[in-house]
């Protein structure tokens, strides 16, 4: 029911911008949230934004590089990612919230997209 999108491989310092499409059900109510897990690695959180688009969170390690947003109009969330490191490398993968608040736990998602590489080379 989601589709995510926009992943590639860039260079570091680069920029890419995630997309993840809601279809055959409407999000809007709901909170969305992008989460990542590289190669040996659980997957951890990344950034999230409530259904209003009124609160968002993001990890420590992304903070003031990734931004966060959502149209609900196109039942759709977005991922901007700014200065990209080598160490972003990973599969992205955007969740749909049980909740309506910003959230960053996993246990809060029920629905996932399928996942977009995204590869910085040094």
């Known amino acids: 029911q989601l589709q995510a999108s926009g992943g590639g491989l860039v260079q570091a310092g680069g920029s890419l911008r995630l997309s993840c499409v809601a279809s055959r059900r409407t999000f809007s109510n709901n909170a969305m949230g992008w989460f990542r897990q590289a190669p040996g690695k659980e997957r951890e959180f990344v950034s999230t934004?409530?259904?209003?688009?009124?609160?968002?969170y993001y990890a420590d390690s992304v903070k003031g590089r990734f931004t966060i947003s959502r149209d609900n109009a196109k039942n759709t969330v977005y991922l901007q990612m700014n200065s990209l490191k080598p160490e972003d490398t990973a599969v992205y993968y955007c969740?749909?919230?049980?909740?309506?608040?910003?959230?960053?736990?996993?246990?809060?998602?029920?629905?996932w997209g399928q996942g977009t590489q995204v590869t910085v080379s040094s």
């Open positions: 934004i409530s259904w209003n688009s009124a609160t968002t």
């Open positions: 969740g749909g919230s049980l909740r309506s608040s910003a959230t960053s736990s996993t246990e809060n998602y029920r629905y």
